[in-house]
């Protein structure tokens, strides 16, 4: 097989693989936060429960005690590696973009900074993430929330139409990460920021784990290292580029696969940069 055609099939089956996994959380009512490996070697549950166990698993994020309580019910999944909309800055009236938006969780802690003159934008590539983040829009009344399915390498936005673009967890599950940074600047106004929360690699991961799509699932095969980070996101145009390892989240992520030493190799991390004011739209 050509060399081309054979990464390209490996694309394909690694979004197969996520697109699997986050859906079967929403189908089964089964919160995850990539933690754990089960017999079959898929990501487990150590971080799921009810409504308790999501709201303390949300404040070892970054999230305030009251966040979980202020989003509707079935928002918050569980889900993520650190809390972007803490460094998002956000002002009322902005534009937000969320990359992955899963139920909507941080796109409803947007909704409530920017205001009813504001618009906070979801997209996701998982039809039932979509349908649950759209009902619970709905359930929460906030009109100015979107949800749209598509894929982070191919955004359903317009160019320049977005002041802020945040994530969380969710740019290492891509295989394609030139092409997400390229399209986070083309959909940015100039001068538009990132407010990223992610997994970094902080040493080489073994090949067979980067070859273990259940590990992409479980947001440690995906891993890019900072250096890594800065160049896609020099490359895409992007400049004032801080990306933050947070040696506190080793606790964290030995959950996610226990017994694998997964904390030796990635941390999670908040992830900046700034599109130029003097940028052209794209």
């Known amino acids: 097989m050509p060399p081309e055609a054979e990464h390209q099939g490996r694309s394909e089956r690694v979004r197969a693989q996520v ?61 993520g590696c650190g809390n972007p909309v803490a460094i998002a800055s956000l002002k009322p009236g902005e534009t937000v973009l969320d990359l992955g938006s899963g139920a909507g969780f941080d796109c409803f802690l947007a909704a409530s900074q920017v205001g ?18 759209r009902a619970n829009a709905l359930k929460g009344g906030l009109p100015w929330v979107d949800f749209r399915l598509g894929e982070i390498e191919h955004l359903p936005v317009a160019d320049a139409s977005i002041d802020l673009i945040m994530s969380n967890c969710v740019v ?14 083309r959909v940015l106004r100039p001068g538009g920021r990132l407010a990223i929360a992610d997994t970094v690699a902080t040493a080489a991961l073994p090949e067979q784990a980067r070859q273990d799509l259940a590990l992409w ?7 890019t290292t900072v250096e890594e980070w800065h160049e896609l996101l020099a490359d895409a145009g992007f400049v ?33 940069a700034v599109k130029p004011s003097t940028a052209s739209c794209c």
């Open 19 to 79: 697109r699997q996994h986050y859906g079967s959380l929403v189908r089964t009512s089964s919160p995850c936060c990539g933690a754990g490996v089960s017999a079959q070697n898929d990501c487990g549950s150590s971080c799921c429960g009810g409504a308790t166990e999501l709201q303390q698993h949300a404040i070892t994020l970054g999230y305030a005690e009251t966040d979980a309580g202020s989003v509707p019910e079935g928002a918050n999944l569980g889900l």
């Open 116 to 133: 009813p003159s504001g618009h906070v934008i979801g997209v996701d590539m998982t039809p039932d993430m979509v349908a649950r983040a």
């Open 172 to 185: 290492n599950l891509s295989p394609d990460k030139p092409a997400v940074m390229r399209e986070a600047y």
């Open 217 to 223: 699932s479980c947001c440690i095969a995906g891993a």
């Open 240 to 272: 004032a580029i801080q990306v933050d390892p947070k040696e506190s989240s080793r606790a964290l992520i030995a959950t996610w696969v226990p017994g694998s030493r997964a904390e030796d190799y990635v941390l999670s991390a908040t992830i900046q």
